[in-house]
């Protein structure tokens, strides 16, 4: 497949260009901004604007988009994480929003279930908060989240994956009826949880006074999330922003954590556009690509290729490839690693938690490159 100046702009830079079969990742960069939210992006550039004001209309916009009461754009989902954690411990005090991360006379301890644990739980700590588990890594009931609240219990922190929900762990909506009753807030890591709409910002709609989501998935730039919440929350979030460290000149934990003007207002086109357009075109479009995928890999020695149906969350539809070494002559990670050797390296990897299963995505593949991935894996196992 012939494209001309594909990738050229990383070439010069003495960089190579990938194609992404892993979907919208950090690693890869993120997602492609549609040219609605390119073109908002430009238009932004014309004019500078107070952050302050920027980011509380921006927010007024996002909240009303979405259902809940107030909305922030972050730098990111994980920025939307540390933000929250210090505008809970700290409040709209200047005094302590200064003081962090030192958290001395503070309530600073986080509950997380052990079994959800993961890997970006991570930004809960750069404030300062410190992580406390509860239940054990089989099961979590609700007598260990009732025996886990003390005094030093400042949120419950809860990971959201309605695609792939856990029946051994406590529910959403378990957890925030414990922790209403103990007076404790609950804030939720969603960050995938795009789709069906009714997920964005489901979890403030159910009673957390936080939530996060990655705008990337929405087609924002990479360097953009949310934060939606309660109007207090939000609020006391602004207070550790970088917006408020200049604008209300209060020294908070993410002055690191700049967005610019341009990335506000592509990430309101993008959440506009997502709530408004037609998804059953989008999940069409994806289900065709990994169809195709699925047809031109059956038959392979040693292959089994299998449809993924979810359309739940942001990684809508895909295909594993499970590999038996022994035929294929390959192992899943030798597949890996020959793909990415390839010219033009294609990037996909093995699914966490096994050793011979590949998950690929098709919302990182530009049309026609489904093609080209499916016929790479073919000469490395024909």
Same mark, same amino acid.
């Given at each position: 497949?012939?494209?001309?100046?594909?990738?050229?702009? +990383?070439?010069?830079?003495?960089?190579?260009? $990938?194609?992404?079969?892993?979907?919208?990742?950090?690693?890869?960069?993120?997602?492609?901004?549609?040219?609605?939210?390119?073109?908002?992006?430009?238009?932004?550039?014309?004019?500078?604007?107070?952050?302050?004001?920027?980011?509380?209309?921006?927010?007024?916009?996002?909240?009303?988009?979405?259902?809940?009461?107030?909305?922030?754009?972050?730098?990111?989902?994980?920025?939307?994480?540390?933000?929250?954690?210090?505008?809970?411990?700290?409040?709209?005090?200047?005094?302590?929003?200064?003081?962090?991360?030192?958290?001395?006379?503070?309530?600073?301890?986080?509950?997380?279930?052990?079994?959800?644990?993961?890997? +970006?739980?991570?930004?809960?700590?750069?404030?300062?908060?410190?992580?406390?588990?509860?239940?054990?890594?089989?099961?979590?009931?609700?007598?260990?989240?009732?025996?886990?609240?003390?005094?030093?219990?400042?949120?419950?922190?809860?990971?959201?994956?309605?695609?792939?929900?856990?029946?051994?762990?406590?529910?959403?909506?378990? !957890?925030?009826?414990?922790?209403?009753?103990?007076?404790?807030?609950?804030?939720?890591?969603?960050?995938?949880?795009?789709?069906?709409?009714?997920?964005?910002?489901?979890?403030?709609?159910?009673?957390?006074?936080?939530?996060?989501?990655?705008?990337?998935?929405?087609?924002?730039?990479?360097?953009?999330?949310?934060?939606?919440? !309660?109007?207090?929350?939000?609020?006391?979030?602004?207070?550790?922003?970088?917006?408020?460290?200049?604008?209300?000149?209060?020294?908070?934990?993410?002055?690191?954590?700049?967005?610019?003007?341009?990335?506000?207002?592509?990430?309101?086109?993008?959440?506009?556009?997502?709530?408004?357009?037609?998804?059953?075109?989008?999940?069409?479009?994806?289900?065709?690509?990994?169809?195709?995928?699925?047809?031109?890999?059956?038959?392979?020695?040693?292959?089994?290729?299998?449809?993924?149906?979810? $359309?739940?969350?942001?990684?809508?539809?895909?295909?594993?490839?499970?590999?038996?070494?022994? !035929?294929?002559?390959?192992?899943?990670?030798?597949?890996?690693?020959?793909?990415?050797?390839?010219?033009?390296?294609?990037?996909?990897?093995?699914?966490?938690?096994? !050793?011979?299963?590949?998950?690929?995505?098709?919302?990182?593949?530009?049309?026609?490159?489904?093609?080209?991935?499916?016929?790479?894996?073919?000469?490395?196992?024909?």
């Amino acid at each position: 497949m012939e494209r001309s100046g594909w990738g050229e702009i +990383y070439t010069e830079l003495g960089a190579r260009p $990938v194609i992404n079969a892993i979907g919208s990742m950090t690693l890869l960069g993120g997602s492609t901004p549609p040219p609605e939210v390119l073109a908002a992006m430009e238009a932004a550039s014309s004019a500078y604007i107070p952050m302050e004001e920027l980011e509380a209309r921006a927010g007024e916009v996002i909240a009303r988009a979405v259902g809940v009461p107030a909305a922030y754009v972050t730098s990111g989902a994980g920025s939307a994480l540390t933000l929250a954690i210090a505008a809970l411990m700290a409040g709209d005090d200047p005094a302590k929003v200064e003081q962090l991360p030192d958290t001395a006379g503070m309530k600073d301890e986080i509950l997380i279930q052990t079994r959800q644990r993961y890997w +970006y739980d991570r930004c809960l700590q750069f404030a300062g908060a410190k992580l406390v588990e509860f239940g054990s890594a089989e099961h979590t009931t609700a007598q260990d989240l009732e025996l886990a609240i003390g005094p030093r219990t400042v949120a419950v922190h809860y990971l959201e994956k309605r695609e792939a929900i856990d029946p051994d762990a406590l529910t959403l909506e378990a !957890t925030l009826e414990i922790a209403s009753a103990a007076g404790v807030p609950v804030m939720v890591d969603s960050a995938g949880q795009i789709y069906p709409l009714e997920n964005l910002g489901g979890a403030v709609r159910k009673g957390a006074v936080f939530q996060c989501v990655a705008a990337k998935y929405m087609g924002a730039p990479q360097s953009t999330g949310f934060a939606f919440g !309660t109007e207090e929350m939000i609020r006391n979030i602004s207070f550790q922003s970088f917006a408020g460290y200049e604008g209300k000149r209060v020294r908070g934990i993410g002055r690191p954590h700049k967005v610019d003007r341009q990335e506000i207002v592509g990430a309101v086109a993008a959440v506009t556009r997502w709530v408004t357009m037609d998804h059953e075109e989008r999940l069409a479009n994806g289900e065709r690509k990994s169809q195709a995928m699925v047809d031109a890999l059956q038959g392979l020695p040693g292959v089994d290729a299998v449809f993924v149906d979810n $359309v739940i969350g942001h990684n809508a539809f895909g295909l594993t490839i499970a590999i038996e070494p022994a !035929t294929a002559k390959l192992t899943a990670d030798e597949l890996v690693a020959k793909l990415k050797d390839g010219d033009p390296p294609v990037w996909t990897r093995v699914r966490d938690g096994d !050793t011979d299963l590949i998950r690929i995505s098709p919302s990182g593949l530009q049309d026609g490159e489904e093609e080209l991935v499916a016929e790479r894996i073919s000469e490395l196992l024909s």
